[in-house]
């Protein structure tokens, strides 16, 4: 069933540290698509019938301590953006003495204990099953689940990861659609030199498992480049990431919001955003995001140029302008016109003529085809070659290789 497919491939993008089940039912209900059935009780007790009995897949694991509750999402750059955080330091796993090697990060592998024979033996419902083991109870996917959702069914089967490498790509899997900062798997994670951060992520890129997005970063008043990584396959949902005038326009609203009346003089305003100031502003008031007040209106007291702009008021929330797809912007260029479909004709006298290359075996073929039984000497193929290179409206085909005959006037 659809649910199960969900559920699994949610806990396969866990990792080797697996999740509890309450971490799957939130997991699930913040997927992106966001999912289509309910997850009320009676659906959580059949998901967790099923799991509990699929062991060739599915493991459960009683930790040596409660798992406590982390919040992974903490907000970047604007209100859109999070950025995921990592909960667990990385311990590295290669294990070969299992039927199927076991890599990955897992901070509890050796201390944990398997218990899913027993939770089948005992036939603990998901009530009981909390009851005993409370969030010290993890899923975990087993190795050949895991590397399915985390590299495409296309890769090519010789691609081999190190060690390092598919932990990097393990944690990247974890932050699903919001991705995972590079600087974060640097300093906070591997604990490693950038330069070899740089050169694993590369690698990823190059074998199509990872996609990186450059994006930029308030921080103590600068701005700064940050690169998120996502998987391939969460590519195509494109997350929102600041750029440099989404920063500055974000910190513009954010300071009106805090402010008393959602307002603030615009020496204020200038201080604290610097140089993105002027065109923040630009942008917001085209939108219509903020307005301009008067003096009287930001300090109470009555002055009698009223008209002077002293400051910036917020009128509604703010929210990132996404650019025009590909429709939408065809429907801006043909306006009114003549254009009952919606959209835009290009002139064809403006138009560059395209020029397809035939494979050379067949343009000789059908430049010797056209002479008939008498076939064509080399000199003269050479010759009628030389014209069609000069002039391509004299053959219906592109230009013609030339090539050296090897005997003279052989036809």
Not at 42 to 56: D, E, P, V
Not at 245 to 270: I, T, W
């Amino acid at each position: 069933m659809e649910i199960l497919k969900v559920c699994i491939d949610e806990i396969a993008l866990s990792g080797l540290e697996g999740c509890t089940f309450a971490e799957l039912c939130e997991l699930v209900a913040r997927r992106q698509p966001p999912v289509t059935f309910p997850l009320d009780e009676h659906t959580k007790q059949f998901i967790w019938s099923q799991l509990s009995q699929r062991g060739a897949i599915i493991r459960l694991y009683k930790l040596p301590e409660q798992r406590k509750v982390v919040d992974t999402l903490h907000p970047l750059g604007s209100a859109q953006g999070m950025e995921y955080v990592h909960p667990y330091s990385y311990r590295l796993v290669n294990d070969e003495e299992q039927p199927v090697r076991v890599r990955g990060s897992c901070t509890t592998y050796e201390q944990r204990q398997d218990v899913t024979e027993a939770v089948a033996r005992e036939g603990l419902n998901l009530t009981a099953a909390i009851e005993k083991y409370g969030t010290g109870l993890v899923l975990v996917a087993s190795q050949e689940v895991r590397e399915r959702a985390l590299i495409p069914a296309d890769t090519d089967p010789c691609v081999d990861l190190s060690e390092v490498q598919y932990c990097v790509l393990e944690v990247i899997g974890c932050s699903r659609e919001y991705g995972i900062l590079r600087s974060f798997i640097t300093n906070t994670y591997l604990r490693i030199d950038a330069r070899s951060t740089f050169h694993h992520v590369k690698m990823l890129a190059a074998m199509n498992l990872v996609v990186i997005r450059e994006g930029r970063q308030l921080k103590s008043g600068r701005i700064t480049s940050v690169f998120n990584l996502t998987l391939s396959r969460f590519s195509r949902l494109d997350t929102l990431y600041d750029d440099t005038m989404q920063v500055y326009e974000s910190q513009f609203c954010r300071l009106l919001e805090a402010a008393p009346f959602k307002a603030l003089p615009v020496g204020n305003l200038k201080n604290t955003l610097g140089k993105g100031y002027k065109h923040a502003r630009v942008n917001l008031l085209r939108r219509g995001i903020i307005e301009r007040v008067g003096a009287s209106e930001l300090t109470g007291e009555e002055y009698e140029a009223m008209d002077q702009v002293k400051g910036y008021r917020l009128v509604k929330p703010y929210t990132v302008e996404l650019p025009l797809d590909e429709g939408e912007e065809a429907q801006q260029v043909a306006g009114d016109e003549d254009d009952e479909y919606g959209v835009a004709f290009a002139d064809p006298s403006r138009l560059k003529p395209i020029v397809f290359e035939l494979p050379l075996d067949i343009q000789g073929y059908r430049m010797i085809e056209g002479y008939g039984p008498e076939g064509i000497s080399n000199p003269e193929l050479m010759n009628q070659a030389m014209k069609v290179h000069n002039d391509p409206s004299l053959s219906p085909f592109p230009t013609l290789g030339v090539h050296e005959p090897r005997h003279e006037g052989s036809q």
